[in-house]
């Protein structure tokens, strides 16, 4: 299978464990964006959907599908999102596409992460992809000190803002070896927002696209 068809061939996967009835929260990126069309087909099925970016709400809406403010939700019990990196033990790198901390938010409320992703995804040490870390724009030159010193190599992404206003760096040169341990000192840093690092809450299942289908990792 190609990559792109690894990524509907997990979306398609991941429409199993839709509960009937239920408000689902949907991730954001192109592998997030197969599930939304297909979750457009069984749309009559669930009572709505909570979005963690702007570009996921607009889809959602283009397919008729009902998206509700997630302070309006009191159980949501599946959430659906694509990563940058993953590892066997479920922990992430995420915010390739810039919304790590709404996808952050809704993860934290949903009971069961469901991750969905291409094999190209699935690494043993999270870090090759650079780690993107939401900041308040007046903190961006302190925090990119501070990472400086942890010994990551941060980048401005250019020309981007989050759909919270704030900007993005891209840590480079990074091996994570303790991936909980990075996240907690990164939240730490006075002006982050966000980090792109799932460890703390990471996915509960893992739906990896692979030459042969579909691999199921708890
Ligand atoms: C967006 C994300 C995406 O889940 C991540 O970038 C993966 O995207 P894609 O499915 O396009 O590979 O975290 O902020």
Do not use: W
């Amino acid at each position: 299978m190609t990559q792109d068809e690894q990524k509907l061939a997990v979306a398609q996967a991941a429409i199993q464990h839709v509960p009937v009835g239920s408000v689902i929260g949907v991730g954001t990126g192109s592998t997030a964006n197969l599930f939304i069309d297909e979750l457009a087909k069984i749309k009559h099925k669930i009572e709505g959907a909570v979005a963690s970016s702007e570009a996921t709400t607009e889809r959602l809406r283009k397919h008729g599908i009902e998206v509700l403010d997630l302070n309006s939700v009191t159980d949501l019990p599946v959430y659906v999102d694509g990563a940058d990196e993953i590892t066997r033990h479920l922990h992430m790198i995420k915010g390739g596409g810039g919304a790590l901390t709404r996808e952050k938010i809704v993860a934290a409320v949903a009971r069961k992460f469901i991750c969905i992703a291409d094999q190209t995804k699935l690494v043993d040490i999270l870090g090759k992809f650079p780690l993107p870390v939401e900041v308040i724009p007046m903190a961006r030159s302190y925090v990119a000190r501070e990472i400086a010193l942890l010994g990551g190599q941060p980048a401005l992404r250019q020309g981007f803002k989050t759909d919270n206003g704030n900007v993005i760096l891209d840590v480079h040169n990074l091996h994570i070896m303790n991936p909980v341990e990075l996240e907690t000192t990164l939240n730490q840093l006075t002006g982050v927002v966000t980090n792109g690092l799932f460890a703390r809450r990471g996915a509960n299942l893992l739906l990896l696209g692979t030459d042969h289908g579909v691999e199921t990792i708890t």
